[in-house]
């Protein structure tokens, strides 16, 4: 049996005789204006397995022991829930809950915590902290967490700091967390298990990744994503190069400074010519006026199908190693069929290319597209002030 009272914004409180539904399996108050949940609920729903409270005003306040309405100790006591959806407007009664250890019984969980603007996620089990303060506090993320958002968390400066025992991340969002410097750090979290990375608005973002890395660093990352880091200066550098062997997709926009998206910092006398991202498929790359390299060595076509390029006009090569390509001129190509190469004809024309034959072959997967203009302003602080509340 279920009841769900999802997206029915009139209604303030449960149905009487909600209690007596023995059979409940799923009770769902999500965006309503639904305040108080009795005490005494889950104790009478013995049956139940699924309480959805996102967006709902439930669990707003700490309550003293007394009140009449539900406590997370009575969420931490039920022994039948495996699905749970809460927003934690205080740290505080988050930090029960996860203490407690009641999530490790949970298939689904989705907690928002503090009093930002509520994130939609797309894995199964999520925490998202929003405009809380965390660098002061012993934050817990449930171990099994697959997707993390930290948004408007000001006092982050190192982001492994706070996923110590988080062991099966799969997807991480990082918005307006000004203080953060630096993505990973292998030797407190390698997020070996991470396939999605998107950043955004991080104005003091120095590095993705600290210079010693572990052969697992970032062995799952699929997708990069990264918009309006002013500071960031390269995307991937030294031997995280090496251990991206499943990265399909890179998107970067509006990084001010970047001049190389990914270079060899390397010592040891390691001169690394070439590149292998073997699944490689999309590279967009979109108003950065000072990138001048994609990869100063060559990186090997192998799955790439789409290249996108605007308003990076100091970009004047194209790295894709097309020694074969160039070797069978006239005869069968060897690029992959469905790459397609889009930017304006006057970028496409101020390419400058390592042999002689390559833009004409190259020619062929070229793709005009319009000159347009930054929308956004010529700063990233004019970008931030835009566009900060609509994520």
Same mark, same amino acid.
């Given at each position: 049996?279920?009841?769900?009272?999802?997206?029915?914004?009139?209604?303030?409180?449960?149905?009487?005789?909600?209690?007596?539904?023995?059979?409940?399996?799923?009770?769902?108050?999500?965006?309503?204006?639904?305040?108080?949940?009795?005490?005494?609920?889950?104790?009478?729903?013995?049956?139940?397995?699924?309480?959805?409270?996102? /967006?709902?005003?439930?669990?707003?306040?700490?309550?003293?022991?007394?009140?009449?309405?539900?406590?997370?100790?009575?969420?931490?006591?039920?022994?039948?829930?495996?699905?749970?959806?809460?927003?934690?407007?205080?740290?505080?009664?988050?930090?029960?809950?996860?203490?407690?250890?009641?999530?490790?019984?949970?298939?689904?969980?989705?907690?928002?915590? +503090?009093?930002?603007?509520?994130?939609?996620? &797309? !894995?199964?089990?999520?925490?998202?902290?929003? +405009?809380?303060?965390?660098?002061?506090? $012993?934050? #817990?993320?449930?171990? /099994?967490?697959?997707?993390?958002?930290?948004?408007?968390?000001?006092?982050? *400066?190192?982001?492994? *700091?706070?996923?110590?025992?988080?062991?099966?991340?799969?997807?991480?969002?990082?918005?307006? %967390?000004?203080?953060?410097?630096?993505?990973?750090?292998?030797?407190?979290?390698?997020?070996?298990?991470?396939?999605?990375?998107?950043?955004?608005?991080?104005?003091?973002?120095? *590095?993705?990744?600290?210079?010693?890395?572990?052969?697992?660093?970032?062995?799952?990352?699929?997708?990069?994503?990264?918009?309006?880091?002013? /500071?960031?200066?390269?995307?991937?550098? $030294?031997?995280? #190069?090496?251990?991206?062997?499943?990265?399909?997709?890179?998107?970067?926009?509006? %990084?001010?400074?970047? @001049?190389?998206?990914?270079?060899?910092?390397? $010592?040891?006398?390691?001169?690394?010519?070439?590149?292998?991202?073997?699944?490689? @498929?999309?590279?967009? #790359?979109?108003?950065?006026?000072?990138?001048?390299?994609?990869?100063?060595?060559?990186? &090997?076509?192998?799955?790439? %199908?789409?290249?996108?390029?605007?308003?990076? =006009?100091?970009?004047?090569?194209?790295?894709?190693?097309?020694?074969?390509?160039?070797? %069978?001129? /006239?005869?069968?190509?060897?690029?992959?069929?469905?790459?397609?190469?889009?930017?304006?004809?006057?970028?496409? =024309?101020?390419?400058?290319?390592?042999?002689?034959?390559?833009?004409?072959?190259?020619?062929?997967?070229?793709? !005009?597209?319009?000159?347009?203009?930054?929308?956004?302003?010529? &700063?990233?602080?004019?970008?931030?002030?835009?566009?900060?509340?609509?994520?």
């Amino acid at each position: 049996m279920a009841l769900d009272l999802s997206c029915s914004r009139n209604i303030k409180e449960l149905p009487h005789g909600t209690e007596q539904l023995g059979n409940l399996r799923r009770l769902n108050i999500s965006n309503t204006m639904i305040q108080i949940l009795p005490s005494g609920l889950l104790s009478t729903l013995t049956l139940l397995e699924e309480l959805l409270a996102s /967006n709902a005003l439930v669990f707003q306040i700490p309550l003293p022991p007394t009140s009449p309405e539900i406590s997370i100790d009575e969420i931490i006591s039920s022994s039948t829930l495996s699905s749970l959806e809460v927003d934690f407007w205080y740290f505080d009664l988050y930090d029960l809950y996860t203490r407690s250890g009641h999530w490790v019984q949970l298939d689904k969980f989705k907690f928002n915590v +503090g009093p930002g603007e509520l994130q939609e996620v &797309s !894995e199964k089990r999520s925490v998202a902290f929003l +405009g809380i303060s965390l660098a002061k506090r $012993g934050v #817990l993320i449930p171990a /099994n967490t697959t997707e993390l958002k930290f948004i408007d968390c000001s006092d982050v *400066t190192e982001l492994t *700091t706070c996923l110590l025992h988080v062991e099966k991340l799969r997807k991480c969002t990082v918005v307006c %967390c000004y203080s953060v410097e630096n993505i990973v750090d292998p030797g407190k979290n390698d997020l070996s298990t991470l396939e999605t990375l998107v950043l955004r608005f991080l104005i003091n973002l120095q *590095t993705i990744c600290s210079e010693v890395v572990t052969p697992s660093t970032l062995m799952s990352l699929k997708i990069i994503n990264v918009e309006c880091c002013p /500071n960031l200066k390269n995307l991937l550098s $030294g031997t995280l #190069l090496l251990q991206l062997v499943n990265l399909e997709e890179i998107r970067v926009s509006h %990084c001010n400074s970047m @001049q190389d998206l990914m270079c060899w910092e390397g $010592g040891d006398n390691i001169h690394l010519a070439k590149i292998l991202l073997p699944k490689l @498929q999309k590279l967009r #790359l979109e108003f950065m006026p000072k990138l001048k390299n994609i990869y100063s060595g060559f990186i &090997s076509l192998g799955s790439l %199908c789409c290249v996108h390029v605007i308003s990076c =006009d100091a970009l004047r090569r194209l790295p894709f190693d097309l020694d074969d390509a160039v070797g %069978c001129f /006239n005869q069968q190509l060897l690029v992959p069929p469905a790459l397609e190469i889009r930017g304006t004809k006057y970028w496409w =024309d101020s390419l400058e290319w390592d042999e002689p034959a390559a833009k004409q072959i190259m020619q062929t997967y070229f793709l !005009e597209v319009p000159m347009v203009s930054d929308q956004v302003g010529s &700063s990233s602080n004019d970008y931030f002030g835009r566009h900060v509340h609509s994520l």
